[in-house]
């Protein structure tokens, strides 16, 4: 995987953590009280959920065209994707 693939595929989470930890950072400086720490506490609490509970299951390639139209017939949303290398 190249960096330019690592990023695209984390692009929601990497200007998330960068806010997290520069919340922190001020936090941190500025000896903040205990509401503040308890605000940024269940915001990165929110953002591990959030992240835990939109992650898709991992990716299957079929096999035959049988596949296909079996997952396409069973009621539940399906993404076919179609590509070439050329």
Do not use: C, H, K
């Not at 400086?29 to 929110?46: D, N, Y």
């Not at 992240?51 to 065209?65: G, K, M, N, W």
């Amino acid at each position: 995987m190249t960096l330019a693939q690592l990023l695209n595929q984390n692009s929601f989470l990497i200007p998330a953590s960068l806010t997290l930890l520069v919340w922190l950072a001020v936090l941190i400086v500025r000896r903040a009280r205990r509401r503040f720490w308890l605000m940024w506490s269940a915001a990165l609490l929110l953002a591990i959920g959030v992240y835990v509970l939109l992650r898709t299951p991992a990716s299957r390639a079929f096999q035959s065209v049988a596949e296909v139209q079996q997952a396409i017939s069973s009621g539940r949303p399906t993404l076919v994707e179609f590509y070439s290398d050329f």
